[in-house]
């Protein structure tokens, strides 16, 4: 195995273990901060809890709309790269374009039906 694949699981498995480790000590830290201000934790649930909001059949159009958007972006791309020899930086241009016009048409299709 070369050098390079080396260092980059040495990497992976400490970036992970920074992750982790920094999420143990951040929720300890909140833990011991609630018990200095003798909170129970009834009363921290209630800071955390948030009403659940209603689910609308607009959402499944909205990521219906952007993945069909971003499948044309990559197959448009794939055209222009073969037919005109052009370069990689074609592909997130185009999916970020395609996408931002799949959400300006939901955007229209949600304010049109007054669920916005």
């Not at 921290?44 to 948030?50: A, N």
């Not at 997130?92 to 039906?113: C, H, Q, T």
């Amino acid at each position: 195995m070369d050098v390079t694949g080396m260092l980059a699981i040495i990497f992976f498995f400490v970036t992970a273990g920074v992750v982790f480790g920094s999420i143990i000590f951040t929720r300890h830290r909140e833990r011991m901060g609630i018990i200095e201000k003798g909170l129970k934790a009834e009363d921290v649930k209630g800071f955390f809890h948030t009403e659940a909001r209603e689910w609308s059949p607009l959402t499944s159009l909205k990521w219906g709309m952007i993945l069909v958007a971003v499948g044309l972006a990559i197959i448009v791309a794939m055209t222009l790269h073969n037919a005109y020899n052009m370069e990689g930086g074609i592909y997130p241009a185009l999916i970020a374009l395609f996408g931002g016009i799949a959400l300006v048409v939901y955007y229209m299709i949600a304010n049109r039906k007054g669920q916005l």
